[in-house]
């Protein structure tokens, strides 16, 4: 039984920084596609930023050198380092999982979601 986690959401100001973690139980971070995605109220989610079993990553452009995706495979936890933060950045942010060789070739493949954790951004 696949499970993921996420921690790490809270308020921030504008340019600060922020950590989100996401816990995997049930199956091996390391040999599946892992990402992040988010959602703004009124708007669709985006994919955010994905990493490959052989560490590979893609991101959205819009956090193009201010995220970065990362993971854990002894502690099977995926990570997104947020730095610089906008305004454009306040959503609910979930963890996802591909489990079929190649998910992470687009944004749409993810087969397990967490429930998420929100990120907020102050003036």
């Known amino acids: 039984q696949g499970r993921l986690v996420e921690s790490g959401g809270g308020s921030v100001q504008v340019g600060g920084s922020l950590r989100l973690s996401c816990a995997a139980s049930g199956y091996s971070a390391s040999r599946f596609c892992m990402g992040w995605f988010r959602q703004a109220p009124g708007k669709e989610r985006e994919g955010v930023a994905v990493?490959?079993?052989?560490?590979?990553?893609t991101y959205v452009d819009s956090v193009k050198g201010r995220f970065t995706i990362s993971k854990d495979n002894a502690k099977n936890t995926l990570y997104l380092q947020m730095n610089r933060l906008k305004d454009e950045d306040a959503a609910m942010y979930y963890c996802a999982a591909g489990v079929e060789p190649g998910d992470c070739r687009g944004w749409d493949y993810m087969d397990y979601w967490g429930t998420g954790t929100l990120v907020t951004i102050s003036s």
């Open positions: 990493i490959d079993s052989d560490g590979s990553t």
